[in-house]
């Protein structure tokens, strides 16, 4: 290593087991380690660094040892003569060099990342704890009975170990870190198994070993977990060079917009991606790319990232060619400050971040035609009630008619009767040529309606108008392109007649969030602003979770995402097991689209986070419920230190949060705060009160899903449909599972569902017998605030899990 004179700059990075060693230490290690990693990167010879040699990882790895201040040291990889440098373990206190010195660091056989185990430590947690009890027998020869599952009960069995019928090869071929292996070998009960987990595995190892104990077949593991780590070469794991290249496990540091985020649980999306996460975000794709995956797996993290990688590639200049868009207003806002985390100001100038309709708003305004003030929803459907009672024809209810109007008229792009009789309505109820001249009827008085109120209008009318803008303008695009190309390239054909402006698509790169909710009209907008070519659309999405729109086909649209443009993420990082089981129960056995013409599951849905099991809470009437969820909500607080920004009550309509927040205000004195499509702002220290619509995209420490009663969840009114439109009843009952699934997954530590009355269909059948009674815990015979007997202390990424709640099973 050159320590010769003059500032030798180096790339730093930081393993994702190094920044699982600075979370529990707490801020001070994480800004002496953050420092560290700067002074480093900026001069490596700087000798108050204090690096020493510690031994050979390999023919072309050097391990040194440093300090980050005076209590923390940290373990280093130098390759390349220390031009690349990778803080592998960090460690503090009087025993950090010793700590440091006993790690073992491996390139791991699948993924080919460097990984580190404190084997000793290991032992002394684990092992010790074996030798205690019975020998566990010794494992299966390799080849032999090395499938099935463990079985998912956490039962003690010190006969068996658990991973006794997986052989050593199998494990390591899974992506165990092979030095693990004698430890695990030892391992014969759940108590063991909770203490393995205690230390800071490897992800990929962690991941396997949980599925493995779940009773997850391993050729699911290898299909869902091991291969999405593989590397994309042979692994060579005496190449330390070329592991430390790789992206897996390791944040970029050079960028101190991410920098800070080192140690900070909630931030760590700042600084690692999944293998998987990582090759959407970077990957180079023909034309569109797709991501989907469940709740919480990261798909807005992918969105993010990709934004950045986009943005870093633009030419230099001061426009903004790269659009980031989702559906929702308030989720908009949350996106622009979480790029502003990721990228800093000066990437977010390059970015336009709008919602889809603000976006829409300003084409037509952009054009200088007038744009009306929207009708909200309720006024929308309340125009068609009017129009029916006009025209008398009431064959048709106003919730198929504006539906119809949306995504048969609208996405048909049907200006004339005939448009509108020939028009496919693939996925939708069938009518007769009568019944669509009817409904052509509706339509054209509805529309007159509108223009004959010169300034209202409706969204979808707007998005609409939007994107027939666009396509001219592309269209014109494309037309002078052409005229350009056989000409031999003269620029100035470009100028707009008489504008002198440049006539270009507008967007060169688009982002969007939440996909499954964007109706056909919005495609077509978004389609419009981008020219078709190498990483135009980036979407991601998930359809057990649309709450609003219908099923759009996207090759329909234009946007082709076949084969490896189209991706699923598996890996939740923000809910625990606990919660994400009863949540995943909601929608078992439901059908899902993938956004295209194909279907979706959640096969290989999973979290690696353990935490407390749901909690539920019945009550007699509405106001003793919301007083209890006011009880909870203040002991989560007083008694746990939870501020109140990371607690969030869900309600199913917005009459209901106004009720919750006057109880929760006025009676109990605690400060809330309405959600409302503007969003809070962070720093409000106050409990977000909102209907399930508006927590989609976020994410709360805390969440209490109330109201989820029996004719409330879903709502009595969808009854008039069971019988005389059987199609629609299951249709607005998947919305309405949906819904409710999209709010229990905004919860990252606890979820608490109530209800008064009886409890939802939707609960488990036993609810209302196992629930606790909030007529108790007024009366302050509550459950006691305990943590959940045999939930295994996995590494909670996130909030402290010390909550309040017994498990209800
Ligand atoms: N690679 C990662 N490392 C650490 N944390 C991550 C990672 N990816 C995502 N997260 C965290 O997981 C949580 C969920 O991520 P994100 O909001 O992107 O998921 P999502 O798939 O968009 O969820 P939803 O569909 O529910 O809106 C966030 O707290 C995020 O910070």
């Known amino acids: 290593m050159n320590h010769g004179a003059g500032r030798a700059r180096t790339r730093v990075h930081v393993g994702r087991q190094a920044h699982g060693d600075v ?121 032999e009975a090395t499938s099935g599952p463990a079985g998912p009960a956490l039962t003690s069995s010190l006969r068996t170990p658990l991973f006794g019928r997986y052989d050593d090869r199998l494990l390591t071929d899974l992506g165990v870190i092979p030095s693990l292996l004698p430890a695990l070998r030892k391992v014969g009960t759940d108590e063991q198994f909770g203490k393995l987990l205690t230390h800071n595995l490897p992800e990929l190892t962690r991941d396997v070993l949980l599925a493995l104990r779940d009773g997850t077949d391993p050729a699911h593991v290898r299909q869902h977990i091991t291969d999405q780590w593989r590397a994309d070469e042979d692994v060579n794991t005496g190449d330390w060079a070329r592991a430390a290249q790789r992206a897996v496990s390791q944040a970029e540091t050079d960028d101190d917009a991410v920098l800070g985020a080192l140690g900070r649980s909630f931030d760590a999306w700042r600084l690692f991606l999944h293998p998987e996460q990582q090759r959407l975000a970077a990957g180079n794709f023909k034309g569109s790319a797709k991501v989907t995956g469940g709740p919480g797996t990261g798909k807005t993290v992918v969105a993010l990232h990709r934004v950045r990688h986009l943005v870093d590639r633009l030419p230099p200049g001061h426009s903004r060619p790269v659009l980031l868009t989702t559906y929702n207003t308030n989720l908009a806002l949350d996106l622009k400050e979480r790029l502003r985390q990721l990228g800093g100001d000066e990437r977010l100038r390059r970015v336009d971040v709008k919602s889809i309709d603000v976006l829409a708003r300003e084409i037509v305004q952009e054009s200088r035609t007038e744009v009306g003030r929207p009708l909200d929803d309720d006024a929308a459907m309340n125009l068609w009630h009017t129009v029916r009672n006009e025209t008398g024809l009431l064959d048709h209810d106003a919730d198929f008619l504006d539906t119809e109007f949306k995504h048969v008229v609208l996405a048909g792009r049907c200006v004339t009767w005939e448009d509108y009789r020939r028009v496919g309505r693939s996925g939708r109820k069938r009518i007769s040529t009568a019944q669509r001249h009817e409904v052509w009827q509706l339509v054209q008085a509805y529309k007159a309606y509108l223009e004959a109120q010169p300034r209202r209008t409706t969204y979808a009318l707007i998005a609409e108008q939007a994107a027939s803008l666009e396509q001219r303008r592309m269209d014109r695009f494309e037309e002078q392109a052409r005229y350009k190309e056989e ?86 990082y923000r809910t625990t097991r606990q919660i994400l089981g009863s949540a995943n129960r909601l929608i078992e056995g439901e059908p899902f689209d993938d956004l295209d013409t194909g279907t979706d599951t959640l096969d290989g849905y999973r979290s690696v986070l353990t935490g407390l099991a749901p909690q539920f809470w019945r009550a007699p009437d509405r106001l003793t419920e919301m007083r209890a969820v006011a009880t909870l909500v203040k002991e989560r607080h007083d008694r746990h230190g939870t501020p109140y920004s990371a607690m969030a009550v869900s309600v199913p309509d917005g009459a209901l949060a106004q009720e919750f927040a006057n109880v929760l205000v006025k009676e109990f004195r605690l400060p809330a705060v309405e959600l409302g499509k503007d969003g809070v702002r962070p720093d409000t220290d106050a409990v977000r009160i909102g209907t399930m619509h508006r927590f989609k995209g976020l994410e709360f420490q805390r969440v209490f899903l109330t109201s989820v009663g029996e004719g409330q969840v879903p709502h009595q009114r969808i009854e008039r449909y069971r019988l005389t439109n059987p199609d629609r009843y299951r249709q607005e009952e998947q919305r309405a599972r949906s819904l409710v699934f999209v709010a229990a997954t905004r919860a990252r530590d606890e979820l608490v569902v109530t209800w008064s009355g009886r409890a939802s269909r939707f609960l488990p059948p036993d609810a209302d017998a196992t629930a606790f009674r909030a007529t108790d815990l007024l009366r302050k015979k509550g459950p006691t605030s305990v943590r959940v007997s045999g939930s295994l202390p996995g590494p909670v990424s996130g909030a402290s899990t010390g909550a309040a709640g017994t498990a209800v099973a």
Request: with cysteine; charged share 30%.
């Open 487 to 572: 000409q031999g390239g003269l620029d100035l054909i470009h100028r707009e007649a008489g504008s002198g402006m440049w006539l270009k698509p507008r967007y060169r790169h688009i982002v969007v969030d939440e996909a499954q909710d964007l109706s056909a009209s919005h495609w077509r907008l978004l389609r419009a602003m981008v020219r078709k070519g190498p990483n135009d659309i980036f979407l991601a999405g998930d359809a057990h979770q649309r709450i609003y729109g219908s099923r759009i086909v996207l090759s329909h649209q234009g946007i082709e995402v076949r084969g490896r443009a189209s991706r699923r993420l598996t890996l939740n």
């Open 23 to 143: 979370e529990p230490r707490g801020g001070a290690v994480a800004d002496a380690v953050t420092e560290f990693v700067r002074r480093l990167r900026d001069d490596r010879t700087n000798r108050a660094l204090r690096l020493r040699f510690l031994r050979r990882a390999g023919d072309n790895g050097d391990l040194y040892l440093a300090h980050a201040d005076t209590r923390c040291m940290v373990l280093l990889l130098s390759t390349d003569g220390g031009d690349e440098m990778r803080v592998l373990a960090v460690r503090d206190g009087p025993r950090a060099r010793d700590e440091l010195t006993r790690l073992t660091v491996e390139i791991n056989p699948v993924s080919g990342a460097v990984e580190v185990v404190d084997q000793s430590e290991v032992s002394a947690n684990v092992v010790a704890l074996a030798d205690r009890t019975e020998p566990a027998p010794a494992p299966t020869p390799p080849g």
